[in-house]
């Protein structure tokens, strides 16, 4: 179940890739070194793979985060990179494992405002399935500089209202568009 609010130390933090928004993964990251800085967390996984719309990038939005991370002070072991994920559904998909494996039981999401109800439902879904996790909301507010920055937060706010029901969220994701 997913919490809207964080509260005390949380066993890791999911550090969700932005995709063509590079500053937004990196406004990301630097909110995830905050919060690990101030103790909220011994374990940082930044999830992000070279995105659908971000083919020519040769290096994965995880790796561009966690050199963020590594310069605002998070120690390399405490890193963790997820590099395959596509969308936000596979940032929670490929990273579900990972966090098995170091027996996290509560999880922050790191995103931006606008897509943290998506990025909650899909991460709903797809923990929903391991029992003992517990993920809370770790909100990043996006700055706006540019028409582009707007525009990027409208539409975000904009397709939140294509997917009326959870399980929309994700089959959505999969719809061929003609």
């Known amino acids: ?65 966690y050199k963020t991370l590594l310069e605002m002070g998070v120690k390399p072991e405490d890193i963790v990179l997820e590099k395959n994920s596509v969308n936000t559904y596979a940032n929670f998909a490929c990273s579900k494992q990972l966090l098995a494996e170091r027996c996290v039981k509560t999880l922050g999401v790191v995103t931006n405002y606008s897509h943290m109800p998506r990025a909650l439902k899909i991460g709903d879904e797809v923990m929903a399935r391991s029992p003992k996790l517990e993920c809370l909301m770790v909100p990043v507010c996006a700055k706006i500089e540019s028409v582009r920055d707007l525009v990027g937060e409208v539409e975000c706010f904009l397709y939140e209202f294509a997917f009326k029901r959870p399980s929309d969220s ?9």
């Open 1 to 65: 179940m997913i919490q809207q609010r964080y509260e005390g130390r949380l066993d890791a933090l999911i550090v969700l890739g932005a995709g063509r928004e590079i500053h937004l993964s990196y406004m990301r990251a630097r909110e995830a070194a905050r919060f690990y800085n101030n103790g909220g967390t011994g374990i940082v996984l930044a999830s992000g793979g070279r995105g659908l719309l971000c083919k020519t990038k040769k290096e994965s939005e995880a790796m561009d985060m």
């Open 170 to 178: 994700v089959k959505g994701l999969f719809r061929k568009r003609k």
